[in-house]
């Protein structure tokens, strides 16, 4: 497990040292976001079942590493959450993503769609009840979705998801243990 995690990490580093020279046109943004948490699984959130069994505050920095061209880029993501109410811990995550931000409506209303996934780390993870009791949850994987509108030069404001499970038995068999639905202010570096 921890090789995995090893391997992962040192190619997002050699991935965004890589990408150092494009800082002109792929710059840093830093977000901080909240909202209400559940430890509800996807599939009940989806259908209208979320469960509020607490909150989450979050911050992510991120970094533009590649135009890939037609509004889509290739990013990395580090964040920092903090879950509280029912279960309180926080974790730490690094992943990679895409960003896209040219719609037919960019010139009037500057939007961005941005999508992150990677290993997520909890030092100090409680035992999740809900539904059932979960297996260790210290190493999941985290989902990330952002969708921003501009709202200023440098500010944007948008709604963020986040996830963090067990994805499918790839990190373990944890099942869902934390979902936050919320608002988000990012500031593009």
Request: some cysteine; aromatic content about 14%.
């Amino acid at each position: 497990m921890m090789r995995r995690w090893g391997l992962s990490a040192c190619g997002a580093v050699a991935l965004l040292w890589a990408g150092v020279a494009q800082a002109e046109t792929s710059p840093w943004s830093m977000t901080l976001y909240a909202g209400p948490s559940s430890t509800a699984f996807v599939t009940q959130i989806l259908g209208g079942r979320f469960d509020v069994n607490g909150g989450m505050v979050g911050l992510a920095v991120d970094r533009g590493l590649f135009r890939l061209g037609s509004g889509i880029s290739l990013g990395a993501e580090l964040q920092l959450t903090q879950f509280f109410g029912k279960y309180t811990y926080n974790t730490g995550g690094f992943g990679l993503g895409f960003r896209f931000d040219e719609f037919p409506w960019s010139d009037r209303l500057p939007t961005t769609i941005g999508i992150y996934s990677g290993p997520s780390y909890a030092p100090n993870a409680p035992l999740i009840l809900d539904p059932v009791p979960h297996a260790d949850p210290k190493f999941l994987n985290f989902v990330s979705i952002e969708v921003a509108f501009q709202v200023s030069r440098n500010w944007d404001a948008g709604l963020r998801v986040y996830h963090r499970s067990g994805a499918w038995g790839t990190y373990s068999n944890t099942a869902d243990v934390g979902s936050m639905v919320g608002i988000a202010l990012r500031r593009r570096f």
